[in-house]
């Protein structure tokens, strides 16, 4: 306007002032950790000394309450044990469920019984599976987890020779992880694989410690509403209704139950089939990894 003052702001000097970036949220934990472990200056890849500003996360629920606890982990090497878990997987075959051991679903964990502990000395040739200069326990225990509770094409793949981990909530094959505290290490010898170095965690911070650094937070999600009362409590993030820009005409059909999962996965069938007739597209989805026949 003629005779008022003008501020002109470039775009190059918005972008040089105000450090705004996209991040793949692995790499973010990632590039934190490092950060915090490098020795150099030259070595740090964020904005120190305060690299948290204000963040935007998508699937805010997914990332902060669904897998908020889940470690983002940075783990040195140590493999004078490797020797010890194919012996291990031996015996966890050899032991009965009952007999020799006693499994407890809800918190996946085995408890071996007298009798147990006697077969395992037996066949390892020990006087004792806690020995403190020969101990066997952790990796028996760990052989009979793997055997117990983590399933092919459920909670892992092989591919190429290596036991990769399946995010059970988003179905996807995550091949940079590995389970801690020797598990990963059970499974391979399990599936006669070559057993990779004992993983020694020098770094480890999860989704919710990581985005409770940002003085201000905020994100968006269509399924925010249920979670409200926890996004308050932890993060003191009120959650926001947005109404929608035409009315709503969506049907919610009531809820169903079967007896059996063969009716339901076979009504399912006849579901999608129907659909499709119809012309309609049709997303499945499932926290399990499916091969998918071409």
Same mark, same amino acid.
């Given at each position: 306007?003629?005779?008022?003052?003008?501020?002109?702001?470039?775009?190059?000097?918005?972008?040089?002032?105000?450090?705004?970036?996209?991040?793949?949220?692995?790499?973010?934990?990632?590039?934190?950790?490092?950060?915090?472990?490098?020795?150099?200056?030259?070595?740090?890849?964020?904005?120190?000394?305060?690299?948290?500003?204000?963040?935007?996360?998508?699937?805010?629920?997914?990332?902060?309450?669904?897998?908020?606890? &889940?470690? =983002?982990?940075?783990?040195? *090497?140590?493999? @004078?044990?490797?020797?010890?878990?194919?012996?291990? #997987?031996?015996? /966890?075959?050899?032991?009965?469920?009952?007999?020799?051991?006693?499994?407890?679903?809800?918190?996946?964990?085995?408890?071996?019984?007298?009798?147990?502990?006697?077969?395992?000395?037996?066949?390892?040739?020990?006087?004792?599976?806690?020995?403190?200069?020969?101990?066997?326990?952790?990796?028996?225990?760990?052989?009979?987890?793997?055997?117990?509770?983590?399933?092919?094409?459920?909670?892992?793949?092989?591919?190429?020779?290596?036991?990769?981990?399946? &995010?059970? =909530?988003?179905?996807?094959? *995550?091949?940079? @992880?590995?389970?801690?505290?020797?598990?990963?290490? #059970?499974?391979? /010898?399990?599936?006669?694989?070559?057993?990779?170095?004992?993983?020694?965690?020098?770094?480890?911070?999860?989704?919710?410690?990581?985005?409770?650094?940002?003085?201000?937070?905020?994100?968006?999600?269509?399924?925010?509403?249920?979670?409200?009362?926890?996004?308050?409590?932890?993060?003191?993030?009120?959650?926001?209704?947005?109404?929608?820009?035409?009315?709503?005409?969506?049907?919610?059909?009531?809820?169903?139950?079967?007896?059996?999962?063969?009716?339901?996965?076979?009504?399912?069938?006849? *579901?999608?089939?129907?659909?499709?007739?119809?012309?309609?597209?049709?997303?499945?989805?499932?926290?399990?990894?499916?091969?998918?026949?071409?």
């Amino acid at each position: 306007m003629r005779g008022e003052p003008t501020i002109c702001v470039t775009l190059h000097t918005l972008i040089t002032r105000f450090s705004k970036t996209a991040h793949n949220l692995q790499e973010l934990g990632f590039d934190y950790l490092r950060d915090n472990l490098s020795r150099k200056k030259e070595q740090l890849v964020m904005r120190w000394p305060r690299p948290f500003h204000f963040s935007i996360v998508d699937e805010v629920d997914s990332v902060l309450i669904d897998e908020g606890r &889940n470690p =983002l982990l940075i783990s040195g *090497e140590d493999n @004078r044990e490797a020797a010890r878990y194919p012996v291990a #997987a031996k015996v /966890a075959d050899l032991l009965i469920e009952g007999a020799h051991y006693t499994v407890e679903l809800k918190g996946n964990n085995i408890d071996l019984t007298e009798d147990g502990v006697t077969y395992a000395e037996m066949i390892l040739g020990t006087n004792d599976l806690w020995d403190e200069n020969d101990p066997w326990a952790r990796f028996v225990t760990n052989a009979l987890k793997a055997k117990e509770f983590y399933r092919r094409d459920v909670q892992y793949i092989v591919r190429n020779g290596k036991a990769l981990i399946i &995010n059970e =909530l988003t179905g996807r094959v *995550e091949p940079k @992880r590995r389970w801690s505290d020797g598990i990963h290490q #059970a499974v391979e /010898a399990k599936e006669g694989l070559k057993i990779q170095a004992d993983s020694v965690i020098v770094a480890q911070i999860t989704y919710q410690s990581l985005f409770k650094l940002y003085p201000k937070l905020s994100g968006m999600t269509g399924t925010a509403k249920t979670e409200e009362k926890e996004f308050l409590k932890m993060f003191k993030m009120p959650v926001i209704e947005v109404p929608t820009n035409l009315p709503n005409i969506r049907v919610d059909l009531p809820i169903q139950a079967f007896a059996t999962l063969r009716g339901k996965w076979q009504y399912v069938r006849e *579901e999608v089939e129907s659909m499709f007739q119809l012309g309609r597209p049709v997303l499945v989805g499932t926290t399990r990894y499916i091969f998918l026949a071409t």
